[in-house]
């Protein structure tokens, strides 16, 4: 797939932000001339729509001005939308940005070397408004749009799992997504033969269906178990007096009634509260300070979310057809994926948000210096494990500006840079 037109030389910023997208390859069957919108333009578009301001569609599509797209007919955009062969191009995009982003990365967990033959995935459900045009139901109420993604704990990249069943008149259990995947989805295009563990909260909790994604597809879980649990204890592991370990008060051995198969309850103490939490994993060897670890960064998912939310402004569905909603998803994917890559070249070249960073070390030292004071230890994994999980608004803010600008990319990263150094 080859994007890049002549213009784009004279659009530096723009060129260097979709750069990784615009050399990716995807496969030539999923793509065709049309004569409403190219495919190339409207990838662009709808990645324009998700840094723009806008909330509706056609509201975007009337203050629309990227100076190297022609701005589509309202028709000819939603049309788009709709189309399942555009859909399959623009997921296969995605794809192809992931599994680069996997190549290129930094992996903030590569200093856990126990780690390192699994791929680390997150999972968790995310709610739209119904679009403008969705049909009531008999109350004479529209139902909000349910969207299932994973995203890979090492790179941040995000995919798009599916849709919460349209149809299903509540909300969707996260368990029930889940079973109608396929094993290659639930894997994140992890290759074959590399073990996957899945991160989900305590709503995937089955354990037949747990141990069957363990023995056919090499994924293990790492969840939190429901109150009503009925878990039979049947052994203990030591812990390791490691870093790692902070924090563990105990690792043991459970048989949950439906299977019989034994499973992990690992406890750990929040150094805040002092509160105590419960973590259930299939795996059996990794340190057990590392399950509680995976589990927190469970947390990556929720700020990503938090992001599509209050800083795209994508807080309901663009259109009513169940292609154009999936659509929608894989562009906030897609357009969060193209920032970690960008943000990533730009700290290659010294350009970081200091100031962030200052405020989050400044934050952690006054939160270990309560938890001393209380009489307990701040663990490692909370300590020795800082990772930036959203983009800040200094940094989309400024992209929105200047991306389709043809000043100078130094000039406009001297800008970045000035703002990055405030508070």
Known sequence: MVIMTPPFHSLPLAAAFFK???????????????HGIEDSDWLLIGASKILGVDASGRAFLD??????????????????????????????TNEALARLMTRTMDDPFAIFGELDSYELLGGDAHWHAAAAHDPRDRKGTKHATGHVYLINLRTQAIRHLDLCDPIFKRKEHDITVIKRATWDA???????????????????????????????????????????????????????????????????????????????????????????????????????????????????????????KNKFHEKKSWASSVTAKAAQAVFLCLVHNLMVCYEATLAKVGIRNDAEEKRRKKALTKRTAKVEKSGRKMPFIISGFQQLTQRTVKFIRWLRRFLWQPHPVDDLLRILRKRYETL
Request: glycine share 6%; charged share 25%; proline share 8%.
């Open 63 to 92: 203050a629309h001005h990227c100076p190297i797209i022609r701005t589509p007919p309202r028709s000819s955009f939603f049309d788009a939308l709709a189309s399942p062969r555009r859909l399959q191009h623009l997921q296969a």
């Open 186 to 308: 639930l894997r994140g295009g992890t290759p074959k033969g590399r073990p996957v563990m899945l991160v989900w909260d305590r709503a995937i909790i089955d354990y037949r269906f747990l141990q069957k994604a363990k023995d056919q597809a090499g994924i293990y879980f790492v969840t939190r178990p429901k109150s009503n649990s009925n878990l039979t204890r049947v052994g203990f592991n030591d812990i390791a007096p490691t870093p790692v370990n902070q924090g563990v008060t105990s690792d043991e051995l459970v048989a949950p009634t439906s299977t019989g198969r034994l499973i992990r309850r690992i406890t750990w103490t929040d150094p805040d509260s002092g509160e105590s939490w419960q973590y259930l994993t299939n795996e059996m060897k990794l340190s057990p300070g590392l399950i509680v670890l995976l589990y927190r960064r469970r947390w990556d998912l929720e700020k990503v979310y938090d992001q599509f």
């Open 20 to 34: 990784p997208f615009l050399e990716l390859s995807v496969s030539p069957h999923l793509s065709r001339t049309c």
